[in-house]
Structure formats: structure tokens, C-alpha cells
């Protein structure tokens, strides 16, 4: 933790920042996970089981989120399956990607000839 | 479940497959679960089956990646603990442990280090070698699509004849599978070449104007010949410009006058540039050298090809022929098509082509084709040598882990896997292999200078012969193969065994000493196995060596001096000539230390043969069956300087003068050959299917010569008095009465006085001639024998260590031998029984293996079979013998233990 610098995990997959996503706010399983990310875009990504299940495996290694117990409460009816948190530094590497977004998205905006509408 | 989804949900687990064990176990269920949830959403489409397999591989991969080429101590899925059998950090400790090891153990390491590098370095010179020789391409654009083409003389078995003018334009105009077909003089020729002194020898290769762009290759400087050029249009070769012209580039355009006729030099070829190679060039010409200073342009309308009614000749042959194919055309469908010209050949003109039909091979074959198994044979050699030398040093790795162990137990126990102590184990045998790969290296650089050095001359491209970046790569592959090798069994054994006991042994314990031990006799077998099959391989060759030189050349070669001269060409007439040489022969004769003098036209060993039909008189016999013999004339007293017997009739005399009736002598292969039984002094003959020539008396019979090569059968020759028509570039052959060399200067200074214009070249003698003639031999030879050498020394090191170990193992029981009253002679005929079993068993083995590879060599051998049973039983017994030998070291000093220290050193 000591060396730990958000930016070094910068760009983020688009798949690993959709999981950072949608851990944001409460932890979920795999299938949860995918359902979140679909409802999430409308129906327009489909995430695949495999670029999913990967993605995880390599942010529980990075420790961007973690294995958690199934919480208790109505929503988390299935025990047989892992739940995923995610980590502080999940959260940090998550608000540097979106500041890193940010920025970029600023800089688009500033180009008129980027902007909707614009001959 | 309907069966659609049974089918989809198995269809799953089969994709789930190309996923890594540990990645199945950790989300497989899950994945599962997702994908039947999944099953109504119309998502689980071929589609999602492809990405589920494509992700699975991705994972695989990365799972690979990261185990093997940048393992870290991060924990992760395929390693939670973070622990890794391997890691670089492992691995660094190794070779540091390696490196300390290596430098308290100085003797052993130099002792593999040096025998690997010996067996690497040695395997990648030859492969160099090899590389130069055999496989690269030849210097030539597309060199895959040209092949030579002969005429095929089938009556007397001449497959590579070269072919006539005549026969050479009719086939040029029928190769329909041929993209183009050019020709050159199937010899080369010495030019005389006036610069701007007196005359000099160029040896020069006639080509039609066609062939360099057949070849695909142009000048370095200025152009090279091309089609459309005239006559007289000349490019030299880089060596000799430098050599010449001291690279002077202004010498483009140069005039010049070449054998009386003016010449122009229009460019200079560059330095890898070679045409024609020793094995292009037909069996008749003049000059015995190949190292071509000049290309000239051949013209077809030449008086060398067209006879007085201005047609093309059909009956003398001496081009030779290079073509190159059409795309996709094969060399078997060259060969038919030109065959099939050749047959409507041999019908429209059957008097001179009945019984000729075509070669065509392959013109790398044909360049290197006959030095191909000498070479194999070497590699075969090298080979089995580095395979000593990984037994060998098997043998010290092994003999070192009895010695370390204890540690191996120790470590075990802390708790070392058996994969952790096999890593340090090939940690080790790589490091040293590739230790004596690299100073292999160094043996390369000068064993491909030695072995250049040592080449016989006539090994075709030598001089392409040098070490590049594929030959590195092969010596890293050669090492790597040979660490894994040299480490794998003995890693395997020394992890094997279960090592805790030893930790209880004493410091001389001798656990798993027994199976040790069982390894270690395996490994000198194979040692002595394999030194059978070099010594028997060496031995053949010997024996043929010894045959071949043994061998009567039909002459006698010691104080003999020869040399090449080209008279000058103001000489026209003949009878201008025959006074030139009856001075120039009075000269020589008035040298000191000179004996006898006598020239020919071409001299045996050093120079190649020219052929004619005969025929006699009184014999009615077909003009395309007339008999094929070799055709020489006699100059002054050659028989008498060369040595060569008469063994009928008489020598040429003054009688024998231009204006009296011709005369020849004929030697007893060819009085055999077309006289049969009858007396052949006296009988008639004519040159040449030629009816209106002079019939000639043959007056003497001569002992037969081997002119081709100590090894070719004499073949049937006939002798005609060289002043009835003399020669223009004759061989001189000087009989001396000391040392022929030392005569060489003298006849130098001679020549230099008797006639400036006079040019002398190529002083040989005769022993130089006949030793160059041997030179693939003996080259092969002493290869092939330091290998067998080598081979038995290995051998004997090997059998010495195995029984020393033996013999410290057994100090113990021996004493007890000793002690309880057995004679020490008991003791050392124990220990040499036990080394004369171990040689028997490898000289049987070897024995078995040679059998079934020195057939292979049988090319390589002169007069002795390849399973000659004297060198085998030789070589068995000298084996057994050398291994006894090596026994007594230590079995004299089993002899000599101290029973009471033996018992008491427990």
C-alpha cells in the first residue's frame, strides 16, 4: 500500500471500469454484475461471461475489489455465489479514471468542431 | 430440461474447457449459473460460444505468461500463496549458487566447461563448414532454377560428356521447358594476355554472350558480358583486379590482347562471384587450375565450332551447358524433354549421335553433389563426438552428486520440491553448457580458419566457407540441447532417491551408491560404444588411406618437377615450333641436378584427358562402336623422365621425325582393350571416325598410368610423337637426381634467359601433385582420426573415473579381503574383471552400431569393405585393451590398502 499510486492502474479497461462502477454503491455478484452493466448502457453492451469473470479475477489480483460474505437482506437471495466489494483503492483508482475522463471530456468540448451540430 | 438446452448446457462445459483448471474451479460454477439464467434472454447465441472459447484462450495464455516469463511474488489466482516453484529471483539464486560452486570446484568446472566447448565449438565448425559447402545457395539469382546439362555417352558410360556446337544449338532451339540455355568451354584455358610487357596467363572461361543475365548476376564495376556482344569482350574476376591491376577502377575499358587477338576488359565481377565450379567443368582441357582470372565471350560462329562448309560440329564435343528453367518446371521434366530432343537427334544424324543422349542435374547438385557424403560422414563424426563429451561430463556431474548429497538431502528437507532441486540441477548443466557454448565460439572462429586450411583444394566453395549469424544460432540451440542433456539425468537421479538417509550416513556413506553406480557403467558403456564406432570409422579410412597410397600411378613420382608452358604466339608452324623445342629441351637438359626431360599434353594427376574414337585396320566395326581412349602426345623423352615402363616393342626415336611415317604408342589397357589377344606392335590405326586419315603403326606398349586420380582404374590411352604436330601449352616433366624443388629456380632462370616472351607457370612436383590428388582423402582422414582419438582418450577417462569410485566405494570390503587372507592379486584381477565386462559390454554394443553405420560411409572407402572384419576386431580389442588399462590405475591401488585403515574407517 505504501506505493500504491492510483494513476498507475490509468487507462482502465472498459470492462474494469464498468465493474468499478457497478460495485460503486453496494457489492454484487458476477450475474448481478451483468445485469447492472446491461441495464445500465439499455441493452447496447453485452458483456460476455468470460471478459466478466476475467476482468474480476484480475481486479481482486490488483485489489481494486475484494470477496466479500453475501450480505444479508432481501436482493442478496443467493449464498452460493461470491460477492464483490469494492476496495478503497478501487474507489481512488475509479475517481482517477473519471477525473481522467473528465479531462478528456472537457477537452472534446472545447473543440467546436466536435460539438453536435457543428458544420 | 427440453434437449436444445441439455445440447446448449454441454456445449457450455465443453467451451469452459479453454479455460485454465484453476480459473474452471474458482468461476466455473458460476459461469454456469449465468448462462443457464441467461437461457430464455435469446444471448446465448454461437456468437457468445465463440467469445466464451476466444476469452477462455486469452486466459490460458495470460495463465502462461505470467508463470513463466514474469513470475512475481504477487499472490494470484494460479498462485495464491505468491510462492513460485520458479521464479527469476529462484532462478538468480541458482546461478549465484552455481557461479560459487563452480569456483570451489575449479577442476571440475574447467574440466566440462573445456569438454563442451571442444564438443559445441567442433560441431559448429564442421556445421559451418557444411553450412558454406552444401547449403547455402549458390551465388547466383534463383539459383534452384538452373541445372547443367551433358551429353550422355551411353556406349562407354559417360554421363557428363561435354557436348558438341552442333548438338548444343539443336538442343538450345528444342528446350521448350528451358527459360534460356547458354554454353561455355567445358575446360578453362590459359590465355596469354599482353598488357604492357611480355605476355602473361590469364586462365580464362569461355561463355556465350548470354550468361551472366542467364545467372542473373552483373559487374561490380563497368558491365558484364551480354547479350549481343562480339568477340573479344573480356570481364575479370575481383581477385584479379586487386591481384593485376591494384584495383585500379580506370582498368574498365582497357584494350588488350589476348592469345594474338585484341580483347577489351568491360568489367570487373564481384568478389563472391564464381563460374564455373570445379564440378562444372567436363573431364578434357588443358590447365589444372580453377581459380578463373577472366570471362571471355565465346562466339558460336567461331572456327572452333563451324567446320570449312561453315556448319556447326557435331562430332567433337567440349561445351558445356548451364540452363535455367520455367517457372514450376521440375528438373525430371527438363530431363524428359531434353531426352526426347537428344532421341530425334540420335535418328536425323545417327552416324555421329547413336548412343548420345542428355544429363541434366541440378546444378547445386552438380557443384557440391561428390563432396556431399564426406561431409555427411564428418557431421556424423562431430556428432557422436559432442555426444561423448555430454556422457562425459553426465558422468563428472553425477560423480559430483555423490559429493553434494547431503546438501541435496538437506535442502529436501527444509523443504525443497523435487521441481526446485531439478531447476537447480539444469540451472547448472545450462549454465555450463552455454559457458562451453560461448568459448565454442571461440573454438569455431579458429577451427573453421584451421579446417579451411586443412580443406583439399578442390573443395568446391571453401572459400564461401565462413561463420554468420546462423551458425551462432545453431551453436545456442546445440548448447541449450546439450545442458538439458548433460543435466536431465543426473537431475532426474539425484532427485530421485530418497535423500533423508544420507543424512544419517557418515561423510563416506555410499547410499543409492548401487543404482549410482548402475547409471555410471551405463555411461561408459555408451562412452565406449560410441568411441568403437569412431575408431572403427577412422580405422576404415586409414585402411583405405594406406591402399590409395600404396597404389602404382604407373610412374615414378619422386624427383619429378613439372611445370605448364605456353610457347609464344609469333610460333605458328609447326616446324617454327619444333625448332623452339628442340633448343628449349637442350636448355633444360644443360640445367644441373636434371636427368632426363619430356613433356605431354596433359600430365597424369594434375591435368584433366581429351578422348578420340580409333580404329583399326582390318577391323570392320561401326562408326558409333569405334572405341573411346585417351589421347596424348609424347614430347621429347617422357616415358624416360616420367618413369613409365616399355613394356613392347620400342620408345619414339629421332626416326620418328615429321615427315616419316607416323607412329604411336599405345599403353596395355587400350593393346587390351582393342587388340584383344593379338600382338599389337605392328598393327595399323586411325584417329577418329575419319576416312581419309593416315593410318598409323603402333611401334611400343607402355604400362598402364592412372592419369584421372589414384582411386580411377587406368583407362585405355595412346601416345603420338609430338613432332609431328607439337603442341602449344605442354606439361614439362623434369627427372631430377636429388630434390626436385631444389631444380624449380634453376629452370626459372632458364626459361627467363632462353625467352623472355616464354611464359612458365604452375612448378610442381610431382609428390605436390599426388599429395593434392589425396588431399579429400587425407582431409577426411585426419579429421575423422583426431575424432577417433579423441574418442578413445574420452573413453579411457571414463572407465578410469567409473572404477576409481568403484574402487573408493569398496576400500572397505577390500580390506576385509585383504585382512581375512586373499592375495592382493585377487583384488586387482576383481577390479579388472569388473572394467573388462564393463569394455565388453560397450565393445559389443559398439560393434552392433557400427555395422549398421559404416555402410553408410562406404563412398568414403578404397579397398577395404565397410564391415572389414580386421579393423572391427582391431578396434574391439584395442578397446578392451585401453579400458583394462585405465583399470589398473586404481585396481593397483585397491591392491595396496591398508587393511587395518580400511576396517577402521567407519
Not at chain 1, 479531462?103 to 460539438?115: C, E, T, V, W, Y
Not at chain 2, 572456327?303 to 521440375?330: E, T
Not at chain 2, 536425323?348 to 546444378?363: E, I, Q, R, S
Not at chain 2, 572403427?536 to 602404382?552: E, I, N
Request: proline fraction near 6%.
Amino acid at each position: 500500500m505504501d506505493h500504491f499510486r492510483a494513476d498507475t492502474f490509468l487507462p482502465l479497461t472498459p470492462v474494469a471500469f464498468e465493474v468499478l462502477l457497478a460495485l460503486a454503491d453496494q457489492s454484487r455478484h458476477g450475474y448481478s454484475i451483468l445485469l447492472e452493466v446491461e441495464a445500465r448502457s439499455g441493452g447496447t453492451v453485452t458483456l460476455h461471461a468470460g471478459t466478466l469473470y476475467r476482468a474480476l479475477a484480475r481486479l481482486v489480483e490488483q485489489n481494486l475489489i475484494e470477496e466479500m460474505d453475501a450480505p444479508v437482506g432481501p436482493g442478496h437471495d443467493d449464498e452460493r455465489r461470491r460477492y464483490y466489494g469494492i476496495t478503497p483503492r478501487g474507489v481512488a483508482v475509479a475517481r482517477a479514471e473519471i477525473a481522467r475522463l473528465e479531462g478528456q471530456l472537457a477537452s472534446a468540448r472545447s473543440r467546436r468542431r466536435l460539438q453536435e451540430g457543428a458544420a | 430440461m427440453s434437449l436444445g438446452s441439455w445440447i446448449a448446457n454441454r456445449l457450455f462445459g465443453i467451451a469452459l474447457l479453454a479455460y485454465p483448471r484453476a480459473f474452471r474451479r474458482h468461476f466455473g460454477d458460476e459461469m454456469r449459473d449465468d448462462f443457464r439464467r441467461r437461457a430464455g434472454s435469446g444471448r446465448n447465441t454461437p456468437g457468445a460460444f465463440a467469445a466464451l472459447v476466444r476469452d477462455g484462450l486469452r486466459e490460458r495464455a495470460t495463465a502462461v505468461a505470467r508463470w513463466t516469463l514474469w513470475p512475481n511474488h504477487q499472490p494470484h489466482l494460479y498462485e495464491p500463496s505468491g510462492r513460485h516453484a520458479m521464479s527469476w529471483d529462484s532462478i538468480r539464486a541458482d546461478v549465484r549458487y552455481t557461479l560459487r560452486q563452480a569456483v570451489q570446484a575449479p577442476l571440475y568446472t574447467l574440466l566440462a566447461v573445456s569438454a563442451l566447448a571442444l564438443g559445441i565449438g567442433a560441431n559448429s565448425a564442421i556445421f559451418t563448414v557444411v553450412q558454406g559447402v552444401l547449403l547455402k545457395p549458390l551465388p547466383y539469382q534463383h539459383p534452384d532454377q538452373l541445372v547443367t546439362v551433358w551429353s550422355h555417352n551411353t556406349a562407354e558410360n559417360k554421363p557428363e560428356n561435354p557436348i558438341s556446337p552442333a548438338n548444343f544449338a539443336d538442343l538450345r532451339d528444342q528446350a521448350r521447358s528451358f527459360a534460356a540455355l547458354e554454353g561455355y568451354f567445358s575446360f578453362v584455358s590459359n590465355t596469354q594476355i599482353v598488357l604492357d610487357g611480355p605476355p602473361e596467363i590469364a586462365v580464362t572461361s569461355f561463355v556465350s554472350p548470354g550468361l551472366f543475365e542467364l545467372l542473373g548476376r552483373t559487374a561490380m564495376l563497368g558491365r558484364a558480358i551480354q547479350p549481343g556482344d562480339g568477340a573479344g569482350i573480356t570481364v575479370i574476376s575481383h581477385g584479379y583486379w586487386q591481384r593485376r591491376f591494384g584495383s585500379d577502377p580506370s582498368v574498365v575499358g582497357r584494350q588488350v590482347t589476348a592469345d594474338g587477338a585484341p580483347a577489351t576488359i568491360v568489367g570487373v565481377m564481384p568478389p563472391e562471384f564464381v563460374f564455373p565450379y570445379m564440378g562444372m567443368v567436363g573431364p578434357t582441357g588443358f590447365t589444372r587450375t580453377m581459380d578463373v582470372d577472366a570471362w571471355t565471350t565465346m562466339m558460336m560462329t567461331g572456327p572452333r565450332m563451324v567446320d570449312q562448309s561453315g556448319r556447326f560440329i557435331r562430332n567433337v564435343h567440349y561445351l558445356a551447358a548451364v540452363g535455367r528453367l520455367q517457372p514450376g518446371i521440375s528438373v525430371e521434366q527438363a530431363r524428359a524433354g531434353l531426352a526426347a530432343a537428344a532421341s530425334r537427334l540420335e535418328q536425323a544424324y545417327p552416324d555421329t549421335n547413336k548412343g548420345w543422349t542428355t544429363t541434366v542435374t541440378a546444378l547445386h547438385e552438380q557443384v557440391v553433389g561428390e563432396v556431399r557424403p564426406a561431409l555427411l560422414v564428418l557431421t556424423g563424426g562431430v556428432a557422436l563426438i559432442l555426444l561423448m563429451a555430454c556422457v562425459n561430463v553426465a558422468n563428472l556431474v553425477l560423480a559430483r552428486g555423490v559429493s553434494r548429497q547431503k546438501e541435496l538431502a538437506i535442502r529436501a528437507t527444509l523443504g525443497a520440491t523435487r521441481g526446485r532441486l531439478m531447476q537447480q540441477a539444469l540451472t547448472e548443466s545450462l549454465l555450463l553448457a552455454l559457458t562451453g557454448g560461448l568459448l565454442g565460439l571461440l573454438v569455431v572462429r579458429w577451427g573453421v580458419q584451421a579446417l579451411i586450411a586443412l580443406a583439399p583444394a578442390n573443395l568446391p566453395r571453401v572459400q564461401e566457407v565462413a561463420p554468420d549469424g546462423t551458425v551462432f544460432l545453431v551453436t545456442l540451440c546445440v548448447a541449450l540441447a546439450t545442458g538439458t542433456l548433460v543435466g536431465i539425468v543426473p537431475a532426474l537421479f539425484a532427485t530421485r532417491a530418497d535423500l533423508r538417509p544420507a543424512l544419517q550416513e557418515s561423510s563416506r556413506g555410499s547410499v543409492g551408491s548401487r543404482s549410482r553406480h548402475h547409471m555410471r557403467a551405463a555411461l561408459v558403456v555408451t562412452e565406449l560404444a560410441l568411441a568403437v564406432v569412431l575408431s572403427v570409422g577412422a580405422g576404415l579410412l586409414l585402411r583405405s588411406f594406406a591402399t590409395v597410397m600404396t597404389l602404382d600411378p604407373g610412374f615414378r613420382p619422386e624427383n619429378l618437377l613439372t611445370l605448364q608452358m605456353s610457347i609464344p604466339y609469333t610460333l605458328t608452324t609447326p616446324d617454327a615450333r619444333r625448332a623452339y623445342y628442340a633448343q628449349w629441351f637442350e636448355r633444360l637438359e644443360g640445367i644441373p641436378g636434371v636427368v632426363a626431360v619430356g613433356g605431354t599434353t596433359r600430365i597424369p594427376l594434375g591435368s584433366t584427358s581429351v578422348t578420340t574414337s580409333v580404329q583399326v585396320q582390318g577391323q570392320d566395326v561401326p562408326t558409333s562402336d569405334l572405341p573411346e581412349v585417351e589421347f596424348r602426345r609424347a614430347m621429347h623423352d617422357y616415358f624416360e623422365a616420367m618413369g613409365i615402363p616399355i613394356r613392347r616393342g620400342r620408345n619414339f626415336t629421332t626416326e620418328d621425325g615429321p615427315t616419316s611415317p607416323p607412329t604411336v604408342i599405345v599403353n596395355e589397357a587400350m593393346a587390351r582393350r582393342v587388340f584383344g589377344q593379338e600382338n599389337p606392335i605392328g598393327q595399323h590405326i586411325r584417329t577418329g571416325p575419319n576416312p581419309s586419315g593416315p593410318w598409323s603403326t603402333v611401334v611400343g606398349v607402355i604400362g598402364d598410368i592412372r592419369h584421372s586420380g589414384l582411386e580411377a582404374p587406368p583407362a585405355a590411352e595412346m601416345y603420338v610423337n609430338y613432332l609431328q604436330n607439337p603442341p602449344v601449352a605442354p606439361f614439362i616433366a623434369l627427372r631430377t637426381d636429388g630434390d626436385p624443388a631444389a631444380v624449380a629456380e634453376r629452370v626459372r632462370v632458364a626459361a627467363a634467359a632462353f625467352d623472355s616472351t616464354l611464359a612458365i607457370y604452375d612448378i610442381r612436383t610431382m609428390q605436390q601433385i599426388r599429395s593434392a590428388a589425396v588431399a579429400e582423402r587425407r582431409f577426411l582422414l585426419l579429421l575423422i582420426g583426431a575424432f577417433g582419438v579423441l574418442a578413445l582418450v574420452l573413453a579411457a577417462v571414463g572407465v578410469y573415473g567409473v572404477m576409481a569410485l568403484v574402487v573408493s566405494e569398496r576400500t572397505q570390503e577390500m580390506g576385509v579381503r585383504l585382512a581375512l587372507g586373499a592375495p592382493p592379486s585377487t583384488v586387482l584381477s576383481m577390479i579388472v574383471r569388473q572394467a573388462a565386462t564393463l569394455a565388453a559390454v560397450g565393445v559389443t554394443v559398439g560393434v552392433a552400431v557400427a555395422t549398421a553405420l559404416t555402410p553408410l560411409m562406404a563412398s568414403q572407402l578404397y579397398g577395404v569393405q565397410a564391415l572389414d572384419p580386421i579393423t572391427f576386431a582391431g578396434v574391439a580389442a584395442l578397446l578392451v585393451a585401453i579400458a583394462t588399462l585405465a583399470a589398473l590405475v586404481p585396481a593397483r591401488r585397491a591392491m595396496r590398502v591398508d587393511p587395518l585403515r580400511a576396517l577402521r574407517c567407519d
